[in-house]
């Protein structure tokens, strides 16, 4: 399978990013790739835009994910998976459904409790 990290990515391909934590998926953009509030909340300033689940909402790893997966353009973007260490059990469930499908992603652990911010030109990893 072709995993990536998540800058590497096949030329006009966009990240479609989806954070694993507490045992849900929540998308930040819908399959088509625009920028979706269904699933997260978002705290936006000029520099910075932190993303956090919306409680109560998500998907589960398995046939809600697969569905929303089979909607996404794998020509024009591939998943970015956000995975918190509280979600390894749903990252693997995630990770078949795309390794079935053929499908190339990117992955990025994250300690529970940590913030995923976008900056206001898209993704920027934190300094480890």
Do not use: W
């Not at 998540?6 to 929540?26: D, T």
């Not at 909340?41 to 520099?47: L, W, Y």
């Not at 918190?84 to 059990?89: G, Q």
Request: net charge neutral.
């Amino acid at each position: 399978m072709r995993v990536r990290l998540p800058l590497a990515r096949a030329a006009g391909q966009n990240p479609l990013y989806i954070m694993i934590c507490g045992g849900r998926c929540y998308p930040l953009q819908d399959a088509a790739g625009r920028e979706d509030d269904t699933h997260v909340e978002r705290e936006k300033t000029v520099a910075a835009d932190e993303v956090r689940p919306r409680t109560g909402k998500g998907l589960q790893a398995g046939e809600g994910m697969r569905k929303f997966l089979e909607a996404m353009d794998s020509q024009r973007q591939y998943p970015v998976l956000v995975v918190y260490a509280d979600s390894f059990v749903e990252y693997q469930t995630l990770r078949q459904i795309l390794e079935m499908r053929e499908q190339a992603y990117g992955f990025e652990p994250r300690p529970v409790g940590s913030a995923f911010r976008l900056s206001a030109q898209g993704y920027k990893p934190e300094v480890q």
